[in-house]
């Protein structure tokens, strides 16, 4: 929970030139992931008052998000469906996963999310703006919940090989009290409606975490950099889906 961890937290999620170290003790990175989460979605803020239509502005902050984060995350995603859709046992899948090239379960599965991910921000970015902002932190949250979970899938090193096997299920619990806690403020300082539907997006985002680490461990043995690049997607999208279902 040092400074060096924030600048390793910045440096891996975003493309931020912040200088610094930290690659021995990668883990102190987790408790970082919801705030650098947080910033990168007041970016998206930021770009969701500008005066165009509500539909030039969804596909800026979709355009925003990718370029921020060198489209790190959506890299993995596809990685991810490449090697499910293609891989018939655990070893060739991981090793599809490692490819660079795109196949079409790549291809299928990003234009899926885009079109989900579009579709809410088109009525978020005039009806719950801030939703940009809590739906990135609560992604990087499921991020270091299946780090603290999962063992780490290859044998040998990876993009986040040394993250995943320094990370402990304690390193979860910070984060996750870091959210709460930001929902619970919405409750009590802003919108009723808003605050509640900020604790359904953490909600369906935990579900959509367990459902793809569960996938992940059975089919690949853990997590590896591209599974937790696939979860960050995955569950920010829930998350902006469950600022748009309806209360009762």
Not at 87 to 108: K, P, Q, T, Y
Not at 146 to 163: D, K, N, V
Not at 169 to 180: D, R
Request: net charge positive.
């Amino acid at each position: 929970m040092t400074s060096l961890g924030l600048s390793l937290a910045i440096r891996t999620l975003t493309r931020f030139p912040v200088p610094g170290k930290g690659e021995d003790a990668p883990e102190k990175s987790l408790f970082w992931f919801p705030l650098v989460g947080a910033v990168l979605g007041l970016c998206s803020y930021a770009v969701a008052l500008l005066p165009f239509e509500a539909s030039v502005r969804a596909a800026l902050v979709l355009a925003l998000s990718a370029y921020l984060t060198r489209a790190f995350h959506l890299d993995g995603l596809a990685d991810f469906a490449d090697g499910l859709g293609g891989g018939w046992n655990r070893e060739r899948a991981l090793e599809i996963m490692r490819d660079s090239h795109s196949g079409a379960f790549a291809v299928v599965t990003l234009i899926v999310v885009f079109l989900l991910q579009y579709s809410c921000l088109t009525v978020l970015v005039d009806s719950h703006p801030q939703a940009l902002i809590l739906a990135p932190a609560i992604g990087r949250l499921m991020q270091v919940l299946a780090a603290s979970a999962l063992p780490y899938a290859r044998s040998g090193e990876g993009t986040a090989s040394q993250l995943v096997r320094r990370a402990s299920k304690k390193h979860g619990i910070l984060p996750f009290a870091q959210v709460l806690a930001a929902c619970t403020l919405c409750y009590f300082s802003y919108d009723e409606t808003f605050a509640l539907k900020a604790f359904l997006a953490l909600g369906l985002a935990l579900l959509m975490n367990l459902t793809v680490m569960r996938v992940a461990k059975k089919r690949l043995g853990g997590a590896t950099g591209d599974v937790l690049g696939a979860i960050e997607v995955l569950c920010e999208s829930a998350a902006l889906l469950a600022f748009l279902l309806p209360l009762a």
